[in-house]
């Protein structure tokens, strides 16, 4: 006996509760998705953001060079040179921390065993020193005292310590593996994801979602301009400063000043540490020098640079995008210094709409 199969109705569009179930079930795998890649949504989002910011260059690479037959020389390019921008300043600072692991190893065991000297700095304070150098003398200048902080400072747990920051490493070094891998792949096929992306957000959104689109990408390419290259130019400015100064492993601390000047206002504890080590070391007036250089450089840096280049391109005032940037750190961790005024740029575009003063 033969069986007929039942005719499928024919229903392009789909009534009203097929597309309210498909909506639950797109939502629904969307939701699953983000829980499997859990642990590597941070990769996912540092790649993209890379990727934003690099796009302009890479397009023109592309029309200069072309993709290539198999369009795997350019992007493989440009993942090794990001690689390398921040593989070469770890290796850096990494060699001079071995270079200096046995200095510091020959000083632990000279102050065991005969104290730790007393600063010059303290001779020439101002005022009556005589307290200070007698506390110093019995507390640190024995080796009894030196050995006590020692044991203190370490207190056994060094092996412990060593492990987790082991482990952290190990974490890290993973994730910015798979970063680079998806940051090849996002090169590769960034064309291609382009134009997927435009034409899934006009379909959802309409030409609102399309502006909030672009308004979110000249915001990351903003805020890269605005942190990473003015952070940048106050690390460089600032290692000079250090060099000339006389600072002990002046390009390492230059390196240190340029990460932390990333985030407004935190290069201040970095030339501020600077210069209480020029104090110990004797030099007031480095340290006066330091002071004001840095206050000057950061000072331009955060109230004329910084608005111009983050705030200029997306119309945003800089009061959101310092809130931005300072309230993404504290949700979202460093990533948080681009999705903080992404987020914050995107909303203000939804109010300025809202309230009729036109798309931007």
Request: charged share 10%.
């Amino acid at each position: 006996m033969t069986q007929t199969s039942q005719p499928v109705p024919d229903n392009p569009g789909g009534t009203r509760a097929q597309h309210i179930a498909m909506g639950a079930l797109a939502l629904g795998l969307l939701l699953l998705g983000a829980f499997t890649l859990r642990n590597f949504l941070s990769a996912l989002a540092w790649a993209s953001i890379f990727a934003i910011a690099l796009w302009p260059l890479y397009v023109r690479a592309i029309a200069r060079f072309g993709t290539g037959r198999h369009n795997i020389l350019l992007p493989l390019a440009f993942t090794l040179g990001i690689a390398l921008i921040f593989v070469a300043p770890v290796g850096l600072v990494g060699l001079q921390l071995a270079k200096q692991a046995q200095s510091a190893s020959d000083w632990v065991h000279d102050a065991q065993a005969n104290g730790i000297t007393e600063p010059a700095i303290i001779q020439s304070l101002p005022f009556d020193h005589t307290q200070i150098d007698d506390w110093w003398q019995t507390t640190l200048g024995n080796p009894g005292g030196a050995q006590k902080l020692v044991r203190q400072t370490a207190g056994g747990h060094v092996a412990h310590v060593s492990r987790l920051v082991g482990e952290a490493l190990l974490h890290r070094l993973s994730d910015f593996i798979f970063t680079l891998v998806t940051l090849f792949f996002l090169f590769r096929e960034g064309v291609t994801l382009t134009r997927q992306l435009r034409h899934g957000a006009l379909r959802a959104f309409g030409l609102t979602g399309e502006r909030i689109g672009q308004q979110i990408i000249a915001s990351i390419h903003g805020t890269v301009n605005g942190l990473v290259l003015v952070g940048l130019a106050e690390g460089l400015v600032l290692g000079v400063v250090y060099w000339i100064a006389g600072v002990p492993q002046a390009t390492v601390f230059g390196m240190i000043t340029a990460i932390a000047a990333m985030v407004p206002f935190a290069a201040t504890a970095v030339f501020a540490v600077i210069a209480l080590l020029l104090l110990a070391q004797g030099a007031i007036g480095w340290a006066i020098g330091v002071v004001c250089v840095g206050v000057l450089v950061t000072f331009v840096a955060d109230h004329f640079i910084r608005p111009v280049l983050i705030g200029g391109t997306t119309k945003l005032p800089f009061l959101w995008v310092l809130l931005g940037i300072l309230g993404g750190i504290e949700a979202w961790g460093i990533i948080g210094l681009f999705l903080g005024p992404a987020i914050m740029a995107a909303l203000i575009l939804l109010w300025r709409e809202w309230v009729g003063e036109g798309p931007v």
